[in-house]
């Protein structure tokens, strides 16, 4: 508390208050020969890497303050959207072994900055783009939670190619092969809670295995890109209230 939580409370508020509840539990010998080979550095740089990847990309400038943290394994990214502005949270120190990792998790979550902050995307359902985090997260249509997810994921694997396809969708290959095993009963859940005016996306999260609908959202988006001619600058702004039909069509089953 007195020397990392504290320190660091006019950035990150109460974020690390609880984290000696993480520490009793970490094998703290193995994470720190693994994290004090970190280079801050080196970090700082691949980030700005990745920001001008996703500037390139986009056509335009991102907005918003990112901070990489070690966080002691507990978090690996997360972009949060308050009125119109992010923070981006970047856990350095999450399989911190694996480079690739880190570059698909941090475009993943600056391709949230990217499709968040155009006001398209919320206008099209008649949201405010400045809108508080709270009505954010109580009101965001369930369409534009899998487009945004499903977003992320493809633009990730756009801009760091070649790694296996589970990466892009926070998998293990035996996850994965279980995903699509599971997919009548996935595109089951999905297709039920799209058209519901307060559906809860919420509840795609106790879908097993973890993260699976992020694998029908990425295997989806891919199929409306190719509506776009393949290119994201084109479909970043697009308010997914116009994919609500495609989304209703794609399934993930048969796919495969």
């Known amino acids: 508390m007195d020397e990392y939580a504290v320190p660091l409370a006019a950035s990150t508020h109460h974020f690390f208050e609880d984290f000696h509840e993480v520490l009793t539990d970490l094998k703290w010998s193995e994470y720190r020969h693994h994290a004090l080979k970190l280079d801050p550095v080196h970090e700082e740089t691949r980030l ?18 990112v901070f990489l943290l070690g966080t002691f394994l507990n978090m690996d990214g997360f972009a949060r959207f308050d009125r119109g502005e992010h923070q981006v949270f970047l856990g350095v120190d999450e399989n911190h072994h694996d480079r690739s990792y880190l570059d698909i998790l941090t475009t993943h979550e600056l391709t949230h900055v990217a499709r968040e902050s155009r006001p398209e ?23 534009e939670h899998l487009m945004g997810e499903g977003f992320s994921c493809a633009v990730s694997e756009i801009l760091i190619p070649g790694e296996a396809p589970w990466k892009y969708v926070y998998q293990t290959e035996e996850s994965l092969k279980n995903v699509y095993a599971r997919a009548s009963e996935i595109d089951r859940r999905i297709h039920r809670e799209i058209p519901k005016p307060d559906g809860d996306y919420g509840s795609f999260y106790g879908i097993r295995p973890t993260f699976a609908h992020y694998v029908w959202a990425w295997q989806w988006v891919k199929q409306v890109l190719k509506q776009y001619d393949d290119d994201p600058r084109r479909l970043v702004s697009v308010c997914s209230k116009e994919l609500i039909a495609d989304a209703l069509k794609f399934s993930l089953q048969n796919l495969n």
Do not use: C, H, T
Request: proline share 5%.
């Open 121 to 143: 995307v919320w206008q099209g359902f008649g949201l405010d783009p400045k809108m508080k985090r709270a009505d954010f997260l109580e009101y965001q249509p369930v369409i």
């Open 48 to 65: 700005k890497k990745n920001i001008e990847l996703m500037e390139s990309l986009f056509g335009f400038a991102l907005q918003g303050d």
